[in-house]
């Protein structure tokens, strides 16, 4: 199995994207980024810790490619607004990739560079492409939180 991780705003709607990926084994949210060591939720709301609200996904490479989990990335946020997605606004909130290696570098320093070139875009990508820092996992609530909630989904806006 391999990691991937990712910042696309709230975690509790970025990890439900992610678990409907055929291939994706697993799925964890926490916080990475930031200086803080094991952050709590309310630490990191408040602005100190400088972590990101992140989606640590695992999946397997012969069902899933690390380049269709960067489709799912780009399809399920709006990557041109700097630190906010819908009404959650905050650094925690940022659009961040980190790479675990240098071939995941380079997918998504490439997949970004397509998504600019596409022209699909009415603003220029603000989404951050950075060295995958430590992981701390978030508190168990909320993992997995909108299927213990009954929960379908939640606002995730698209561009």
Request: aromatic share 10%; hydrophobic share 35%; proline share 5%.
């Amino acid at each position: 199995m391999d990691k991937a991780r990712f910042a696309m705003g709230c975690f509790w709607g970025s990890e439900a994207a992610f678990r409907q990926v055929p291939g994706v084994t697993a799925t964890t949210v926490g916080y990475s980024g930031g200086t803080t060591v094991n952050p709590t939720y309310k630490e990191v709301c408040g602005h100190a810790t400088g972590h990101a609200e992140v989606v640590e996904v695992e999946y397997d490479p012969r069902q899933v490619s690390y380049e269709q989990l960067l489709d799912v990335f780009w399809e399920n946020h709006d990557p041109t607004t700097l630190n906010r997605q819908g009404p959650d606004v905050g650094t925690q909130y940022r659009s961040e990739i980190y790479f675990m290696n240098a071939a995941q570098e380079q997918a998504a320093r490439a997949s970004r560079a397509a998504l600019e070139a596409s022209g699909k875009l009415s603003r220029p990508i603000v989404t951050q492409i950075t060295a995958a820092a430590p992981f701390y996992r978030a508190e168990e609530y909320h993992q997995q939180y909108l299927e213990k909630n009954g929960m379908a989904a939640c606002h995730m806006p698209t561009r």
